[in-house]
């Protein structure tokens, strides 16, 4: 089955960089990715997301990308803002399955 | 609110109890699931309703029992429950399977 590998785990950045989250999935049949943000006592939520199509998706201040032949696709934020900091999950869908990353608390300093 | 309503939102249980945590979604989606959320885990599938047909189940134990009368609504009865079942109970939807989800905001339930 799948398996969705993410990194780092915990991520602080100051306000005004760029932060970077990265996953990597297994199974090559994989051709949905969204990105979740779940701030703190709240529900996750989709912000971004992107079709094995495509190589790169942009949404104002957030972007993705997708390395079909490495298996790997990445979250860009960049002029990051404190409202940002929350957990981010990635997660990797073929038909029948969607496998989540274990996440990554960003933190934004102001 | 999303669309995506869950009840109750906070729940403590003894091991012996039988309770029920409701979800319903108004958004006219065909797919409704069950994800159990624990810290610095990933999230996991429990249940997948399509169309009100159950096509998923990972393995989960017997304790833990949904049901879907209809399109709108899901439910997960919960009956002897153990300790290490305390987590974030998390129900979602969406119109295409394994797209796009819509989370509510979860129960979160504490096994005493």
């Known amino acids: 089955g799948e398996n969705v590998e993410q990194h780092p785990s915990t991520l602080s950045v100051q306000e005004g960089d760029s932060a970077v989250i990265k996953c990597t999935y297994s199974?090559?049949?994989?051709?949905?990715f969204p990105w979740y943000k779940q701030e703190l006592g709240k529900r996750p939520q989709l912000i971004i997301d992107?079709?094995?199509?495509?190589g790169e998706k942009k949404d104002q201040r957030i972007a993705v990308t997708l390395n079909k032949t490495a298996k790997h696709f990445s979250l860009h934020i960049t002029e990051t803002q404190p409202e940002d900091s929350a957990v981010y999950f990635c997660?990797?869908?073929?038909?029948?399955?969607?496998?989540f990353g274990a996440g990554t608390r960003l933190t934004v300093k102001p | 609110e999303t669309g995506v309503t869950q009840t109750p939102r906070h729940l403590v249980m003894g091991m012996t109890n039988k309770k029920s945590l409701k979800c319903e979604q108004h958004?006219?989606?065909?797919?409704m699931y069950w994800y159990k959320q624990s810290a610095k885990k990933p999230l996991e599938l429990m249940f997948v309703?399509?169309?009100?047909?159950?096509?998923e189940n990972n393995s989960v134990p017997s304790r833990f029992s949904p049901e879907c009368p209809n399109s709108s609504h899901l439910f997960l009865h919960l009956h002897t429950l153990q300790p290490e079942d305390s987590a974030l109970y998390l129900c979602?939807?969406?119109?295409?399977?394994?797209?796009?989800?819509?989370f509510g905001s979860g129960t979160r339930l504490t096994v005493v």
């Open positions: 958004l006219g989606h065909n797919a």
């Open positions: 199974d090559s049949a994989s051709n949905y």
């Open positions: 997660a990797a869908s073929t038909t029948g399955d969607m496998r």
């Open positions: 979602a939807s969406s119109q295409e399977e394994f797209r796009g989800y819509t």
């Open positions: 309703y399509n169309f009100k047909e159950q096509t």
């Open positions: 992107i079709r094995s199509n495509v």
